[in-house]
């Protein structure tokens, strides 16, 4: 069910089961061949082709998110760590006001994952409800090594094929050539380090059109694939997550000295 195409009587009279989607992504340059909602598109397909399946609820999408990185590229937009963690925090707890204590993370934005994952940290904390990211290509990464030889981190083949599969009306397969070569196809050659410390912080400094990887080695044939796969996966997930125990999700109990040491108190 997508929350926002309901009325309330419809939520009310429904079974929403433990676990809501949460879809999030990013409003930021994905070189010059695909548009800047490419990461919420890819998230948001993915969270309600997984709540169709389930049954459990999917989000309207958090589609500006942590991107500052790509700053110098114009119609990137972004948001503070700070702001972005309260406001999913607060939205996370909210979910939970209704009934929903399991959240999926489905995020599509390498940028916000670790934010997401301090979120999860806080509401299991006080045991409010136990939230988690979920990395579509994090889910089946045998498989896009399989499928692309460069898959490249970003603006690369896997997002475009994402992207010709679900919205192949934004994609410019005409700059293809022009994004593999203005942009850098192997993030490992990009000598961002020198003597084992990180000496870039933007994505321009690495590429000057943004793009990472070959998206010449994409095709809407191989976005179905990846997407039908990790949806696949995050089916598995919310399912898996439904059947546990509340409590079993929850911070383990304090270990005693008599526990650590093998004796009894």
Known sequence: MYLADQTWPDVATADLGPVAFVPLGSTEQHGPHLPLSTDHVIAE????????RTGFLCTPTVK???SEHHRQFHGTMWVSPDSFRDYVEDLTRNLTYHGIDRVVFVNAHGG???HLQEVGRRVRADETAFATPWMWDNSIPELVN???ETNGPHAGPKETSMLLHLAPETVKEGEFENARDGGLQ???SAGHSRHGARIHYDAIDNAENGAFGDPTDASAEKGQRIFEAACDELVQLAEWLA???FAD???REHVGSGEA???EM
């Open 261 to 263: 040491h093998g004796t």
């Open 249 to 251: 999700l929850m911070p």
């Open 243 to 245: 059947d546990q125990r």
């Open 186 to 188: 192997d993030l490992g």
């Open 112 to 114: 916000n994952d670790q």
């Open 146 to 148: 399989e499928i692309f």
């Open 64 to 66: 500006i998110g942590v």
């Open 45 to 52: 397909g993915l969270a309600r082709a997984a709540a169709e």
